[in-house]
Nanobody
Framework: QVHLVESGGGSVQAGGSLRLSCAAS????????MGWFRQPPGKEREGVASINWYGSTRYADSVKGRFTISRDNVKNTVYLQMNSLTPEDTARYYCAADPAYGGSRLSLQGSDFNAWGQGTQVTVSS
């Protein structure tokens, strides 16, 4: 059964850091690329970062140099380290799994992912 659970969100001041975690069931995690997405208030969902099974990564331009995605294939967990946060990073953050065979794709398109968590809220104050 598909199962993704995000944690680590919260409220932080601008310039601060947060680390999000996404724990996945073995079925959901196995040899899949994983991604982080976010949906700011009143805006559409956008891709933030993705990581394939082999550890290659891709980032949205808006977070390059500030966010780092990583994964622990023993713990079936994906992380998003967020540094130098700004109010523009305020959003609900979602973890998602990419069903593409082989686990090599690096996509930031939500339509390429077929399993989603419930999300965790990140609020950055100025």
């Amino acid at each position: 059964q598909v199962h993704l659970v995000e944690s680590g969100g919260g409220s932080v001041q601008a310039g601060g850091s947060l680390r999000l975690s996404c724990a996945a069931s073995a079925y959901t995690y196995g040899r899949r690329s994983m991604g982080w997405f976010r949906q700011p208030p009143g805006k559409e969902r956008e891709g933030v970062a993705s990581i394939n099974w082999y550890g290659s990564t891709r980032y949205a331009d808006s977070v390059k140099g500030r966010f780092t995605i990583s994964r622990d294939n023993v713990k079936n967990t994906v992380y998003l380290q967020m540094n130098s946060l700004t109010p523009e990073d305020t959003a609900r953050y979602y973890c998602a799994a990419d069903p593409a065979y082989g686990g090599s794709r690096l996509s930031l398109q939500g339509s390429d992912f077929n399993a989603w968590g419930q999300g965790t809220q990140v609020t950055v104050s100025s």
